[in-house]
């Protein structure tokens, strides 16, 4: 499954790169995207996850950062989601919530402990 995802997102071309060397990222009206940034700066390859019960089930996304910090969950069924942010070396972000068509700029921190870093895997 997180081949596919990450097939998806390669194909959607996260990373536009402009003559000026800025990436920018483009959404719709059924994305959200935005950037992941901790103390270091753009945090690339994390998860940035989104989370919905407004259906008869769980439905979750789960997409990757790209060098930059940018990502786009793409295609999002119109509902109210929890988004937030996990990946090795980091504590799990606080959620945030969000419908398609925003912007969400995630903040993430280092875990404390090499253990803590390790909980989550």
């Known amino acids: 499954m997180m081949c ?12 536009h790169t402009y003559p000026n060397g800025q990436a920018t990222i483009e959404i719709d009206t059924d994305d959200i ?5 901790s103390a270091a ?7 940035v996850i ?3 019960q407004d259906f008869n089930a769980v439905y979750r996304k789960i997409v990757v950062t ?6 786009v969950l793409p295609d999002l069924p119109d509902a109210q989601y929890d988004i937030w942010v996990r990946g090795y070396g980091l504590s ?19 875990a404390a402990t090499a253990q803590d870093a390790a909980k989550i895997y």
């Open 92 to 110: 799990d972000s606080g959620k945030l919530n969000g419908r398609p068509g925003v912007t969400l700029n995630l903040t993430v921190t280092a």
């Open 33 to 37: 995207g935005g950037t992941v940034r």
């Open 4 to 15: 596919f995802v990450l097939a998806i997102a390669i194909a959607l071309g996260l990373n």
């Open 50 to 52: 989104a989370e919905t």
């Open 66 to 71: 790209n060098d930059d910090g940018h990502y």
């Open 41 to 47: 700066g753009p945090e690339p390859g994390v998860w």
